[in-house]
């Protein structure tokens, strides 16, 4: 059968010892795509390219810092963040770049195909990437550790300061390659694929540096003996910010990847209402500290921003769902697939966030009507935007304009044009902040509402009535495509 | 029950009809042929079978199970090789093999030997240190069967598997294909090259413009395009100068034209066409085409033609396809 020659025969193999043994059983537990991942990688010159180089900065800092160890008190300090530098532009830059690569050729060579054949599913694939990567990064972290450590010896540098800069340079790694990994799920055509490329590699490089910089700033920050709570308020819920938008990032790219008759819309769906709901917590944390009702305004306003660029994905997925789901799910579970059921979750978590919002206003004691405004305006012009979206794209019959790309390109359309047009026509006919003219305009609108205290009732109530009725408008056509199953 | 069933299967993209109420069945141990040209919708129905894309209408039953609702349960019975069989360069063919063994879920040693019996049946074994990079259009073919047969699939489904392969990679591959359907196993192959075909399915489907126009066993589908008159093509060249050869082929035209049977005469550069038709109805015997032949080759060298060639050749599975597909789609 073989056309090829057959080669001579190889040497006698060597009988496996234990830890052979171990390795094997610990691959056969593990995701078979970190397997594949790093024996691919360990071999590209790319890898030892870049292993060589961080080794060879690191060595040259070593001897720069044993020479003017004497000079200076904070040479450890100075130290320890030039090899964090050089470390982090491998951890923060080319592992993320190569893992964005990885998955973009998985689509350019069909092998993501194949892949799916095999009943691993997206989101194992996924993970197994990340997790590969984040393995790698951990590789090129123990060659560095021994010089981490040098500089706590140089003095001027404490473990605390170290060990927190190590975390949070890891965990900025991991959102990197979550990002990087997702992006590249996007790359379906060579066109979209050259534009992510530069991008991707225009993001990792600015968000490598600005990771760096605040790594740097926040470790710093860190070694100050009064630290506020304000500052751990703050930290945590950017950590919280940075971890649930790797993963709502990571969910999302396995939902695209998946089938129609697979449970795609959960993950998005259920990371869409934790995010939403955790970034709530923080904000009324930060309010119970800090006591400024700004916080709670600015809490109405990052909320309503949210819902209306997150909702206007979760609710502008396809009609319907498979017939399974509605067999597992009934039609009203709103984890389950369907255009419908991701409007309803959004009103559903606008509501409870907005609902949260009001009883911590009543709470305060000397209260501002334009924050109360803010808090209830706020979640009516989302409403507004997004229920138009549908009901536009859904009302023109021509089959691309039901698709879920269009819906969001028509909602982003229509915030352009809404809070464009009336400043433009204010400043020709009155004034460019009209009341009357940006009633329905979700920035000017909403600045009014915040400006005008207690005079601006009538406003809310006329966009609230608007927004009800498109709303309703939204959930009519939503309910007439959603298919039912028997 | 057949192993799979297609039934009324459509698959609309907007207003584009890609596959419009297709039903087939597979029987196991059987290869069916798919064939059509490109764009009929054969890659389509593929990849819904392949559990890679949804219908628009129609179910897909696999062993009596939906692979539609539940591609869960279809993804081991089914080993799918795409019209562009990926590999990855950087990895040696075991290499390959192993890890898409991992992915399906084989552990330790009996993963080794699965690898080791793929790669055995597919003649890769001295080419497993190699690196897929580094192998021939046709090894990699061989690699990618190899992938779509380590978990041990019931249904194949090759997508155009012998496009682009060598003479001899084509003859290989044919021998691989038997080889697994005498294994019980169920193969639907799509190709555009009819004559190969021919050769190793038991029954094809004709596909175009999304719709399915026939499918049955070959010989069924040679013998309706045959339709109802009994019939048979003859071929002949002339042997003249080429000075003489319009004017001979011209004669032998007019002469073939006035025999009984005869229904059309086509000429092509040194090659004359017959095609010999009994009347509709009419009683056939056994040696109807040996008798007619012999009384049109007396007639060719009684009048001084020259014939050089004299040739009956038997319908094909290109006739029928062309004969099925002409202008039944508009």
Same mark, same amino acid.
């Given at each position: 059968?073989?056309?090829?020659?057959?080669?001579?025969?190889?040497?006698?193999?060597?009988?496996?010892?234990?830890?052979?043994?171990?390795?094997?059983?610990?691959?056969?537990?593990?995701?078979?795509?970190?397997?594949?991942?790093?024996?691919?990688?360990?071999?590209?010159?790319?890898?030892?390219?870049?292993?060589?180089?961080?080794?060879?900065?690191?060595?040259?800092?070593?001897?720069?810092?044993?020479?003017?160890?004497?000079?200076?008190?904070?040479?450890?300090?100075?130290?320890?963040?030039?090899?964090?530098?050089?470390?982090?532009?491998?951890?923060?830059?080319?592992?993320?770049?190569?893992?964005?690569?990885?998955?973009?050729?998985?689509?350019?060579?069909?092998?993501?195909?194949?892949?799916?054949?095999?009943?691993?599913?997206?989101?194992?694939?996924?993970?197994?990437?990340?997790?590969?990567?984040?393995?790698?990064?951990?590789?090129?972290?123990?060659?560095?550790?021994?010089?981490?450590?040098?500089?706590?010896?140089?003095?001027?540098?404490?473990?605390?300061?170290?060990?927190?800069?190590?975390?949070?340079?890891?965990?900025?790694?991991?959102?990197?390659?979550?990002?990087?990994?997702?992006?590249?799920?996007?790359?379906?055509?060579?066109?979209?694929?050259?534009?992510?490329?530069?991008?991707?590699?225009?993001?990792?490089?600015?968000?490598?540096?600005?990771?760096?910089?605040?790594?740097?700033?926040?470790?710093?920050?860190?070694?100050?003996?009064?630290?506020?709570?304000?500052?751990?308020?703050?930290?945590?819920?950017?950590?919280?910010?940075?971890?649930?938008?790797?993963?709502?990032?990571?969910?999302?790219?396995?939902?695209?990847?998946?089938?129609?008759?697979?449970?795609?819309?959960?993950?998005?769906?259920?990371?869409?209402?934790?995010?939403?709901?955790?970034?709530?917590?923080?904000?009324?944390?930060?309010?119970?500290?800090?006591g400024d009702d700004d916080i709670l305004a600015g809490a109405a306003v990052s909320l309503a921003a949210y819902l209306a660029f997150v909702g206007l994905f979760i609710a502008s997925d396809?009609?319907?769902?498979?017939?399974?789901?509605?067999?597992?799910?009934?039609?009203?579970?709103?984890?389950?697939?369907?255009?419908?059921?991701?409007?309803?979750?959004?009103?559903?978590?606008?509501?409870?966030?907005?609902?949260?919002?009001?009883?911590?206003?009543?709470?305060?004691?000397?209260?501002?009507?334009?924050?109360?405004?803010?808090?209830?305006?706020?979640?009516?012009?989302?409403?507004?935007?997004?229920?138009?979206?549908?009901?536009?794209?859904?009302?023109?019959?021509?089959?691309?304009?039901?698709?879920?790309?269009?819906?969001?390109?028509?909602?982003?359309?229509?915030?352009?044009?809404?809070?464009?047009?009336?400043?433009?026509?204010?400043?020709?006919?009155?004034?460019?902040?009209?009341?009357?003219?940006?009633?329905?305009?979700?920035?000017?609108?909403?600045?009014?509402?915040?400006?005008?205290?207690?005079?601006?009732?009538?406003?809310?109530?006329?966009?609230?009535?608007?927004?009800?009725?498109?709303?309703?408008?939204?959930?009519?056509?939503?309910?007439?495509?959603?298919?039912?199953?028997? | 029950?057949?192993?799979?069933?297609?039934?009324?299967?459509?698959?609309?993209?907007?207003?584009?009809?890609?596959?419009?109420?297709?039903?087939?069945?597979?029987?196991?141990?059987?290869?069916?042929?798919?064939?059509?040209?490109?764009?009929?919708?054969?890659?389509?129905?593929?990849?819904?079978?392949?559990?890679?894309?949804?219908?628009?209408?129609?179910?897909?039953?696999?062993?009596?199970?939906?692979?539609?609702?539940?591609?869960?349960?279809?993804?081991?019975?089914?080993?799918?090789?795409?019209?562009?069989?990926?590999?990855?360069?950087?990895?040696?063919?075991?290499?390959?093999?192993?890890?898409?063994?991992?992915?399906?879920?084989?552990?330790?040693?009996?993963?080794?030997?699965?690898?080791?019996?793929?790669?055995?049946? !597919?003649? *890769?074994?001295?080419? %497993?240190?190699?690196?897929?990079? $580094?192998?021939?259009? =046709?090894?990699?073919? #061989?690699?990618?069967?190899?992938? !779509?047969? *380590?978990?041990?699939? %019931?249904?194949?489904?090759?997508? $155009?598997?012998?496009? =682009?392969?060598?003479? #001899?990679?084509?003859?290989?591959?044919?021998? *691989?294909?038997?080889?697994?359907?005498?294994?019980?196993?169920?193969?639907?192959?799509?190709?555009?090259?009819?004559?190969?075909?021919?050769?190793?399915?038991?029954?094809?489907?004709?596909?175009?413009?999304?719709?399915?126009?026939?499918?049955?066993?070959?010989?069924?589908?040679?013998?309706?395009?045959?339709?109802?008159?009994?019939?048979?093509?003859?071929?002949?060249?002339?042997?003249?100068?080429?000075?003489?050869?319009?004017?001979?082929?011209?004669?032998?035209?007019?002469?073939l034209l006035e025999q009984p049977l005869v229904k059309s005469v086509v000429l092509a550069q040194d090659v004359i066409r017959v095609r010999l038709e009994l009347d509709a109805g009419s009683?056939?015997?056994?040696?109807?085409?040996?008798?007619?032949?012999?009384?049109?080759?007396?007639?060719?060298?009684?009048?001084?033609?020259?014939?050089?060639?004299?040739?009956?050749?038997?319908?094909?599975?290109?006739?029928?396809?062309?004969?099925?597909?002409?202008?039944?789609?508009?």
């Amino acid at each position: 059968m073989t056309t090829e020659a057959i080669p001579a025969p190889a040497a006698p193999l060597r009988q496996p010892d234990a830890l052979d043994v171990f390795g094997e059983k610990l691959a056969d537990r593990i995701n078979p795509i970190v397997v594949k991942e790093l024996r691919q990688h360990l071999r590209t010159r790319t890898f030892w390219v870049f292993f060589s180089l961080m080794l060879l900065a690191c060595l040259g800092i070593s001897l720069v810092a044993f020479v003017t160890a004497e000079e200076s008190e904070k040479v450890g300090l100075v130290t320890f963040f030039a090899f964090y530098v050089a470390l982090s532009g491998v951890e923060h830059f080319v592992i993320p770049y190569t893992a964005y690569r990885s998955m973009a050729r998985e689509q350019e060579d069909e092998t993501w195909v194949l892949l799916s054949l095999t009943g691993l599913g997206p989101r194992r694939i996924l993970a197994g990437k990340l997790s590969s990567f984040i393995l790698q990064g951990a590789l090129y972290a123990s060659a560095a550790a021994p010089f981490l450590l040098f500089s706590y010896y140089l003095n001027g540098i404490d473990l605390p300061t170290i060990a927190i800069a190590i975390a949070l340079g890891a965990a900025f790694q991991v959102f990197l390659v979550s990002v990087s990994v997702s992006l590249a799920t996007l790359a379906e055509s060579k066109l979209v694929r050259s534009l992510l490329h530069f991008v991707v590699l225009g993001s990792l490089g600015i968000g490598a540096i600005t990771g760096t910089s605040i790594t740097i700033g926040l470790s710093e920050e860190l070694r100050k003996s009064s630290i506020g709570p304000e500052f751990w308020v703050g930290s945590g819920s950017a950590f919280f910010a940075m971890v649930s938008t790797a993963l709502l990032l990571f969910e999302s790219a396995a939902s695209r990847l998946s089938m129609p008759t697979e449970p795609y819309a959960r993950g998005p769906r259920a990371l869409f209402v934790v995010q939403a709901l955790g970034g709530l917590v923080a904000f009324v944390i930060a309010w119970v500290v800090d006591g400024d009702d700004d916080i709670l305004a600015g809490a109405a306003v990052s909320l309503a921003a949210y819902l209306a660029f997150v909702g206007l994905f979760i609710a502008s997925d396809r009609d319907s769902m498979a017939k399974n789901h509605w067999a597992a799910n009934g039609r009203f579970s709103l984890l389950a697939p369907g255009g419908l059921r991701g409007f309803v979750l959004v009103m559903l978590v606008m509501l409870i966030g907005t609902s949260v919002l009001v009883g911590c206003y009543g709470q305060e004691t000397n209260t501002d009507a334009g924050v109360l405004n803010l808090i209830v305006g706020a979640p009516a012009y989302v409403t507004l935007y997004l229920s138009a979206a549908i009901v536009i794209a859904r009302w023109i019959p021509h089959p691309p304009w039901q698709t879920p790309a269009m819906v969001r390109l028509v909602g982003l359309g229509l915030f352009t044009v809404g809070s464009g047009v009336p400043p433009l026509v204010g400043a020709v006919v009155s004034e460019g902040d009209d009341r009357s003219l940006n009633i329905l305009n979700p920035v000017v609108g909403l600045v009014n509402l915040a400006r005008d205290g207690s005079g601006a009732m009538v406003q809310v109530v006329v966009v609230w009535a608007v927004a009800a009725i498109v709303a309703l408008g939204a959930f009519l056509v939503l309910l007439k495509k959603d298919v039912r199953w028997t | 029950m057949s192993l799979l069933e297609v039934r009324h299967l459509s698959r609309f993209y907007g207003a584009l009809r890609a596959v419009e109420d297709v039903s087939f069945s597979l029987d196991e141990g059987t290869i069916l042929g798919f064939i059509g040209p490109n764009g009929a919708g054969k890659s389509t129905t593929m990849r819904i079978l392949a559990t890679l894309d949804v219908p628009t209408a129609g179910e897909v039953l696999l062993e009596g199970k939906s692979v539609v609702e539940r591609p869960d349960l279809s993804r081991p019975l089914i080993g799918y090789m795409p019209d562009r069989y990926g590999t990855y360069d950087d990895m040696t063919v075991f290499e390959f093999l192993d890890f898409f063994a991992r992915a399906y879920g084989q552990k330790g040693k009996a993963r080794i030997d699965r690898v080791d019996s793929v790669m055995d049946f !597919t003649g *890769l074994m001295p080419l %497993k240190d190699k690196l897929t990079s $580094e192998l021939s259009k =046709g090894m990699k073919q #061989r690699v990618a069967l190899g992938r !779509t047969l *380590l978990h041990d699939p %019931k249904l194949l489904i090759l997508d $155009e598997p012998a496009d =682009g392969l060598d003479p #001899r990679a084509r003859i290989e591959l044919r021998e *691989l294909l038997r080889a697994l359907a005498a294994q019980g196993k169920a193969v639907l192959i799509s190709s555009h090259i009819l004559t190969e075909l021919s050769e190793i399915c038991d029954s094809c489907a004709i596909i175009e413009q999304g719709k399915l126009l026939a499918t049955g066993p070959v010989s069924e589908i040679l013998h309706r395009s045959q339709g109802a008159a009994p019939s048979t093509e003859v071929q002949l060249k002339l042997f003249t100068t080429a000075e003489t050869l319009e004017d001979a082929a011209r004669r032998a035209e007019r002469l073939l034209l006035e025999q009984p049977l005869v229904k059309s005469v086509v000429l092509a550069q040194d090659v004359i066409r017959v095609r010999l038709e009994l009347d509709a109805g009419s009683n056939a015997s056994a040696v109807w085409v040996d008798e007619a032949c012999a009384r049109l080759l007396a007639v060719l060298v009684r009048e001084a033609i020259p014939v050089c060639s004299f040739q009956t050749r038997q319908l094909d599975l290109e006739d029928a396809f062309l004969h099925v597909t002409k202008g039944r789609v508009a």
